[in-house]
């Protein structure tokens, strides 16, 4: 029996994985409790009774907090890029201790310290706007550290030449990264900037820890409080429509992330 070819050999792995996938599919059709999932997961009554709080505070929220957080984590990641690429040490040093350290720290230890730990060392000084004020400081702080590691990679991936072809024209060295650099190395990075957006959209999830007022709420929180008290309390339902409202969101920006990076690839 003549033995299979490299293809012919790929082709059935292929198929046999297709198959398995089928049959787990078919097993979980049949083995489910599909009436206890309805139940918990899809109680009618918990989306139409209270989609307007998730759609008109809980989305809301989520994208403005969002906004305010990646708007701020981007200035503060200018500042870290500029100073981790001056020549002057001390800055370099400032800057790369900083990034460091909040890549290192999980978002969540550094929205507790400053909700809570930044009261206590500072005689119950708060930052602007209350707990959530101090959780969008969190964000920004850490998201800062991650965009700035970002910029820099984009900033050292345009050509030298421009860089030197802009020297000689006679233009300073803050002149030539503000009109020559900047702009090239953004174009660069909006593919792996638009990746922090969506990163920073779940990591508002992370807020409910503060505490919020019900004006205030983001997605995760709005969830919550419909499955303690509600229609829907005690089931799932709010936070299966919760994922629903943050895929909405998140989906249409990952398409967006993958369009950007094959037109990158082209016009390579």
Known sequence: MPSLTRTQRQRAVRLALYALFALLVVAVALFADWEAIASNFFMREGFTETWQDFVFIGAKNTILYTVAAFVGGFVLALVLVLMKLAP???????????????????????????????????????????PIGAGLVGLMLVAGAYMAETLRAGIEAVPKGQTEAARSLGMNGPWTMATVVMPQALRIVVPPLTNELVILI??????????????????????????????????????????????????????LVAWLERRQKRSR
């Open 88 to 130: 002057i040490a001390p800055f370099r040093w400032v800057a790369t201790a900083y990034i460091e350290l909040f890549r290192g720290l999980p978002a969540l230890i550094v929205i507790l310290f400053m909700g809570l730990g930044v009261p206590i060392a500072f005689g119950g000084w708060r930052p602007p706007g209350g």
């Open 202 to 255: 779940k990591d508002t999830s992370l807020l409910f820890v503060i505490g919020m007022a019900a004006n205030e709420k983001e997605l995760t929180t709005t969830a919550r409080d419909f499955m303690a008290s509600g229609p829907s309390a005690g089931t799932a339902t709010s936070l299966i429509f919760a994922c629903l409202l943050y895929l909405a969101i998140t989906l249409p920006l990952t398409q």
